[in-house]
């Protein structure tokens, strides 16, 4: 834990859980941080939430991408893929051939966004393309495969257009019966490209007990009421130590990215990330899940993060 996250004190006694959320709370109150919903998994314990509006099926932004990422390892364990192949190996080539250098990227560089590819689509002009994997895959390469952290959405959408090449289904269709559905995620919408292409990176929309599941999926290593939804193997791989790459960012909190996870300031901890302040925060050592859904533009999201680490882990 950083000294700036290190709450000013421990308490004496156990908190009722009743009372657990409340410092929380007041505080994403005071300091106006967005938040929509806190919802706490413990093992052993009730689930709590507080909320402050009702709970609707929201964008999620990135934690999109942990979803893809879950989807990745099922693809792997049901041998469809495996993260040392070639992109060129599974997507085939655009008309033109591909750029320059996309022989070299393999879908480990997708998943941890180092494949060295400029169109990371956040420009409109992107988003909009009509061929969007023909763009990505014709564009050539600005740097080497594995040399550099560019955060991107163009990386995640070509990995759930492996998935999908692959498994000859969308994206989310795929997941439909082997995630979604054992997860009581009833028919979610996920947007897509002007090809119908699922864009994997963002743009899946869930309520908070929908992301509060996928964390809860997380921190029992991929495990859901008796059924191994992902390999247990898998979800240890996501937030590997070898698995971290650095991003270059100076902010505590945004320092590595694994497999579709952030590796947080508490030791420990790692969590899928949203715009806008949408967590699912695993934390191994209490054994425990705190996802919050927001919406927040008047800071960094990473004060709804430090508001956790002071208001909410003393008391866990």
């Known amino acids: ?29 005071e300091k106006r941080l967005g938040v929509r919903a806190v919802h706490l998994h413990r093992e052993g314990h009730d689930d709590l939430e507080v909320r402050f509006v009702e709970d609707t099926s929201e964008n999620v932004w990135s934690v999109s991408k942990t979803v893809t990422a879950l989807a990745a390892g099922i693809a792997q364990k049901e041998g469809l893929l495996d993260l040392e192949d070639r992109l060129i190996d599974h997507l ?22 180092t494949s060295g590819n400029p169109v990371t689509v ?9 061929h969007l994997t023909d763009l990505l895959l014709r564009t050539p390469l600005v740097r080497a495969p594995g040399e550099r952290f560019e955060y ?26 082997r995630l979604f ?3 009581g995620i009833v028919n979610p919408q996920w947007h897509s490209d002007r090809e119908g292409r699922t864009w994997g990176a963002t743009g899946l929309h869930l309520r908070t007990r929908e992301v509060a599941r996928i964390g809860r999926l997380l921190l029992q290593r991929g495990a859901w009421e008796g059924e191994q939804l992902v390999p247990a193997e898998w979800i240890d791989a996501m937030h590997a130590e070898s698995s971290w790459v650095p991003t270059g960012e100076m902010e505590p909190e945004n ?7 952030w590796k947080c300031s508490v030791p420990g901890a790692w969590r ?45």
Do not use: C, K
């Open 1 to 29: 834990m950083t000294p700036a996250s290190a709450p000013s004190a421990v308490p004496s006694a156990p908190v009722p859980d009743p009372l657990i959320l409340l410092p929380l709370r007041q505080r994403i109150l």
């Open 92 to 113: 085939p080539a655009p008309a033109g051939g591909y750029g320059r250098g996309m022989e070299l990227v393999r879908l480990r560089h997708l998943i941890t966004m």
């Open 122 to 130: 956040f420009l409109d002009s992107e988003r909009e393309d009509p």
């Open 152 to 177: 991107s959405n163009g990386s995640i959408f070509l990995l759930g257009r492996t998935i999908a090449e692959r498994s000859r289904s969308s994206l989310r269709d795929y997941l439909l019966p």
């Open 181 to 183: 559905e054992p997860l």
């Open 255 to 261: 320092t590595r990215y694994g497999y579709g996870v």
């Open 272 to 316: 899928a990330d949203g715009a806008f302040g949408q967590f699912s925060i695993v934390l191994p050592d209490q054994r425990a899940v705190v996802t919050l859904t927001s919406h927040h533009e008047a800071g960094p999201t990473q004060e709804i993060l430090r508001a956790v680490w002071q208001e909410l882990l003393p008391l866990l």
